[in-house]
Nanobody, 122 residues
């Protein structure tokens, strides 16, 4: 399984970005995580393989939206109202099991993309 994340960049506080994660193979349960310098990897959002089930961390609920287009085998993370504390490397991850729900733990994902840098200036 190969995951290719893109869409990061530099944005001012209050701005928006949309991250994309293209996956090879079939539709998997997917998650977005981020890691800031000196901090542990943080779960942000997850979506099951069908797109019917999603889950968000409290830190991004109401600001970030995860979605998917299975025809393109791509998962998106729409990020609005960005804050300087959102600055981090953002990674997507795939769960290749046939679980109908969502997974939120780092250890529950099987494959990881390379990450894309998001920098929010104040």
């Amino acid at each position: 399984v190969q995951l290719q994340a893109s869409g990061g960049g530099l944005v001012q506080a209050g701005g928006s970005l949309r991250l994309s994660c293209a996956a090879s193979g079939r539709s998997y349960g997917m998650g977005w995580f981020r890691q800031a310098p000196g901090k542990e990897r943080e779960f942000l959002a997850a979506i099951n393989w069908s797109g019917l089930s999603t889950y968000y961390a409290d830190s991004v609920k109401g600001r970030f939206t995860i979605s998917r287009d299975n025809a393109k085998n791509t998962v998106y993370l729409q990020m609005n109202s960005l804050k300087p504390e959102d600055t981090a490397v953002y990674c997507c991850a795939a769960d290749i099991g046939y679980y109908s729900g969502v997974r939120i733990g780092v250890d529950e994902y099987d494959y990881w993309g390379q990450g894309t840098q998001v920098t929010v200036s104040s």
